[in-house]
């Protein structure tokens, strides 16, 4: 019951964030994605996508130390959005870092 309500809560937050489309701030969009306040990964860059209130979604680029990749793939993996997840670890010239590309889809046929 409590996971429905957060789903429902979440859909909210990337609706009213699709509407706000380019002006949606960085803690925004952190929300919309359900990131708890103190997780210091890095949002590279986000993209929303697609026709509200029927069909959109939320493609996002983060940052991540690898020690960390685990519970950030499966906090996304725990959401009904989750439509891709592409991960790029030990990348050059920056060994030390993961980043990870999100896309979240609500609405419509995902």
Known sequence: MANEAQARGSEKLLSQLA???AAATLEEVKAAVSLPATSDYKLLRWLIRGIPPVYFELETAFQVKPQ???????HFAAQSGIRDLN?????IP????????????HG???
């Open 94 to 105: 920056k060994p030390d870092i993961a980043q990870v590309n999100v896309v979240l889809a």
């Open 19 to 21: 509407k706000k489309g």
């Open 68 to 74: 960390q990749l685990a519970e950030f793939v499966n």
């Open 108 to 110: 419509g046929e995902v």
């Open 87 to 91: 991960i790029l670890i030990n990348g």
